[in-house]
C-alpha cells in the first residue's frame, strides 16, 4: 500500500519514455500518427501490456457475463474474446488520434525540446496513475 505514493512517479518515468519515442520519430518527419503509434507500442513493450490487459479481462467479462459469477469467470480467463479485441482495437486507435491531434494543434506547451504531445503524454501517465489510491480508499475491491 505504501508503494502507491509512488505510482504517479512511476508514471511519469514511462511518461519520459512514451514522449522519447514520439519525439524521437516525430524529428525523423514522420507523421504524428505513426509517432504516436511507436510511442504507444513503446508503452507496451515497457509496461507488459499490463493495464491493457485489464482493460480487455473487463471488457470480455462486462460484454459476455450476465450474472457475477458469469463475469468474474470470464474476467479470469487468459483468452481474449471479441468484446475485449475489439475494445483493445477502438482504445489504441483513440489514444494515438488523440496524441496525433495535440501534436497537430500547434501547442505552445514545452518541457525542454519536446512541444506539444510529449508533455502531454508525461502529464497523462502520471495522472492515471495518481487516480490508485483514492478508487482504492473511497471504492470496495470486486
Do not use: N
Not at 505514493?5 to 504524428?32: K, S
Not at 459469477?69 to 471479441?82: E, F, T
Request: overall charge negative; glycine content about 12%; charged content about 10%.
Amino acid at each position: 500500500m505504501k508503494s502507491m505514493a509512488y505510482f504517479p512517479v512511476i508514471g511519469a518515468v514511462i511518461g519520459i519514455w512514451a514522449a522519447a519515442i514520439f519525439d524521437g520519430f516525430a524529428a525523423l518527419g514522420l507523421p504524428p500518427l505513426v509517432a504516436a503509434a511507436a510511442s504507444g507500442g513503446g508503452t507496451l513493450w515497457l509496461t507488459g501490456c499490463f493495464h491493457e490487459d485489464g482493460l480487455c479481462d473487463t471488457l470480455d467479462g462486462f460484454g459476455g457475463g450476465w450474472t457475477k459469477a458469469q463475469i468474474l469467470q470470464i474476467m479470469k480467463d487468459s483468452r481474449s474474446g471479441s468484446y475485449a479485441t475489439m475494445g483493445a482495437t477502438f482504445w489504441a486507435i483513440a489514444k494515438c488520434a488523440a496524441i496525433a491531434h495535440i501534436a497537430d494543434s500547434s501547442s505552445v506547451w514545452e518541457v525542454g525540446a519536446s512541444t506539444g504531445a510529449g508533455p502531454a503524454i508525461v502529464v497523462a501517465q502520471a495522472a492515471a496513475r495518481a487516480t490508485a489510491a483514492p478508487l482504492l480508499y473511497f471504492f470496495d475491491y470486486v
